[in-house]
């Protein structure tokens, strides 16, 4: 620090037990964006185990719809919100349009020798519509934490350490990875490669997933000596975390009793099959 310079207000005291701090000012907009890591984190994790549990489709609609305002209200960037829920819905389509023909019933109609039943098609609409109400879950409770906010939660929940570890370099680096693939495409246009159908297109898609592994374990290699240079043991220290304050069991309670709303919608409205 320069002599006669006045230390700065949000300079944090460190010792053995506190070495990371947020590497960045939290993003989150709003009062959840107030609300404790750990308390945001629990509430995540009972909210997805209470709607994953039901069995009719009012709960799931009610969730998403109250998690979708909630999400607006920290005004959001909603493409990418939609393209993370999206991307969610694309990784179980085949199972949902599987589902119907797979699942014994009564049969809805006939493909091509397959008897598609209501049952199926019931599963299939439940399936996504908890998959949907879960991610916005997430998103409207984690998705303006950053890493380092979401790796103090989880270590404050008492979380493995390995758990936390893990999340953070995943986290962290799918990103890394990601912009690695940027380079490697544009280096792939600046060689005038346009993807087709054709052997030629598939073989240099080979190529380009064969150069981002290699590349991939390269830059882990040297991540991991640097930060054994660093004295990076297999874990992070994180900054303590302040208490508890009223406005986080104000937020507790609100979720509680929005739970207890939809476990209330659950036993009125039944299953429809």
């Known amino acids: 620090m320069v002599a006669g310079q006045k230390p700065r207000i949000d300079q944090v005291r460190m010792n ?12 989150s907009i709003g009062f959840i964006g107030t609300i404790d890591p750990r308390v945001k984190i629990a509430v995540t994790i009972l909210l997805a ?3 994953v549990s ?15 305002l909630i ?10 919100t939609l393209r993370r829920i999206l991307a ?3 990784f179980i389509l085949v199972t949902l349009v599987l589902l119907p023909f797979t699942f014994p019933g009564d049969v809805m109609f006939t493909l091509w020798g397959f008897d598609a039943s209501w049952q199926g098609l019931y599963r299939a609409t439940m399936i996504a519509l908890k998959a949907n109400a879960v991610m916005c879950g997430i998103i409207a ?7 380092t906010e979401l790796g103090r939660g989880m270590t404050g ?49 080979g190529y380009l997933v064969g150069m981002l592994l290699v590349r991939a374990h390269e830059r882990s290699e040297r991540i991991l000596w640097a930060m054994k240079c660093r004295g990076f043991h297999g874990h992070y220290h994180f900054a303590h975390l302040p208490h508890p304050t009223r ?14 709303a939809l476990i209330t919608l659950e036993v009125l409205c039944p299953p429809l099959i």
């Open 16 to 27: 053995k037990h506190s070495v990371l701090t947020p590497a960045s000012t939290s993003h």
């Open 49 to 51: 185990i209470t709607l």
């Open 54 to 68: 039901f069995a009719s489709w009012q709960p799931m609609v009610a969730s998403i719809a109250i998690t979708a």
């Open 71 to 80: 999400i607006a209200s920290s005004s959001p960037d909603w493409r990418k």
């Open 88 to 90: 969610m819905d694309g």
């Open 141 to 147: 409770f984690l998705g303006n934490l950053s890493s």
């Open 157 to 205: 929940l008492y979380l493995p350490t390995k758990l936390t570890t893990l999340m953070m370099f995943t986290v962290r680096y799918i990103d890394v990875l990601h912009h690695e693939y940027l380079r490697l495409r544009q280096s792939m246009r600046a060689r005038a490669f346009r993807l087709k159908t054709n052997r030629h297109s598939w073989k240099m898609t």
């Open 247 to 260: 406005r986080d069991a104000a937020f507790v309670l609100a979720i509680l009793f929005f739970l207890a």
